[in-house]
């Protein structure tokens, strides 16, 4: 037997229960802790029973609980490195300067040199030369750091990467660090691992984070697939998700809404992008000119609620479900952000 609770779906957080009889896995944990417990709770899925929690990507609304919600339960986090060290580096507090402000400490510095070269040039004519050559490469090392991203004040994101690695307990003040976990197992994309009963394969999806994936969860001749925050369908995961029982596909917007909506054109495109969301007539193709018709549930997901409404997603995707009369069987719903989803059980 397998079970799926979808607790919440959507850009303001995602979060999934798949279990077996003996194994209990949280996908995602894209809420605040409590709000998470209340929802386990609401739905029956008894979160002090969860033995892993496995991250898709490090966007907020797929971890935003998840410090917390794994010290507090203190169970392993199945992540990549990447996705893992894209984490910590965002919850690690940086000492950031603005550009100007470089400008003006750059300023300072070299009339302190100028000052300096003065009084040598004095004493040995020649030296100007010397200095800038000195300023010219330091400049560019300066450049070369702002361009990684962080200036970590006092502890290196790679020390919490490290501690949560290890198997010795580290030093409190490692602990103490929202980014700190209890224990943490790395996967990478493309290869198969366990969680106790069941068999995890790890898709590789087109999104614009460190390294997202999807999942294809098996155990007892049954598969369960989550497949959301992707641009587009690629070769791996329409290869993947065959053979699925259930089918957690992504169907976040309506183009035409998208284009009039609110957001940014800058967020539109990335949203459009080949690295942003599938939108309800990408899913509704794939449904309708290459899905197996195995899965007995697919369920929408990651609807947005600036750019979908539910009933064109389920329309789009009956649409193309309507042109297969094998697919009649299959049960289209649709995930929520607001409240968990009746469990599935297979
Ligand atoms: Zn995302
Ligand atoms: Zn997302």
């Not at 992540?79 to 910590?88: G, L, N, S």
């Not at 290196?156 to 224990?183: F, I, N």
């Not at 993947?240 to 259930?246: F, P």
């Not at 969301?277 to 000119?289: C, G, K, P, T, Y």
């Amino acid at each position: 037997m397998m079970r799926m609770t979808v607790l919440a779906s959507g850009s303001k957080g995602n979060s999934t229960v798949v279990s077996t009889s003996r194994t209990r896995v949280l996908v995602d944990a894209g809420m605040s802790c409590r709000e998470l417990m209340r929802r386990m709770a609401a739905a029956g899925e008894d979160a002090s029973t969860l033995d892993a929690i496995l991250i898709t990507h490090e966007h907020q609304d797929h971890v935003a609980g998840l410090g917390v919600l794994a010290r507090k339960l203190k169970i392993p986090v199945y992540i990549t490195e990447p996705t893992h060290r894209a984490w910590v580096r965002m919850l690690t507090p940086r000492t950031t300067m603005t550009y100007a402000q470089w400008l003006d400490q750059r300023q300072q510095e070299r009339e302190a040199a100028a000052a300096e070269l003065a009084t040598r040039e004095a004493m040995a004519p020649g030296a100007g030369d010397v200095i800038e050559q000195i300023f010219a490469e330091s400049d560019a090392e300066i450049v070369q750091e702002a361009q990684a991203d962080s200036i970590p004040a006092g502890i290196e994101p790679e020390q919490v990467v490290a501690a949560s690695e290890s198997a010795t307990p580290p030093a409190k003040d490692l602990t103490a660090l929202p980014s700190y976990l209890p224990a943490v197992e790395h996967f990478s994309a493309g290869l198969r691992f366990c969680i106790g009963d069941i068999e995890i394969d790890p898709l590789t999806i087109p999104h614009d984070a460190a390294d997202p994936c999807g999942f294809v969860f098996s155990a007892d001749g049954l598969r369960i697939a989550i497949a959301t925050d992707l641009g587009y369908m690629p070769q791996n995961v329409k290869q993947a998700i065959r053979r699925c029982d259930v089918l957690m596909l992504e169907s976040n917007h309506d183009l035409e809404m998208l284009r009039d909506g609110p957001y940014p054109w800058s967020v539109k495109q990335r949203v459009m992008s080949r690295v942003g969301h599938l939108s309800n007539d990408a899913a509704a193709q794939f449904l309708e000119e290459e899905y197996d018709g195995a899965a007995a549930h697919i369920i929408l997901a990651h609807l947005s609620e600036s750019n979908n409404l539910p009933s064109l997603a389920r329309l789009a995707a009956e649409h193309a479900l309507a042109r297969h009369m094998t697919l009649l069987g299959n049960k289209l719903s649709l995930a929520s952000q607001s409240e968990p989803m009746q469990p599935i059980l297979l």
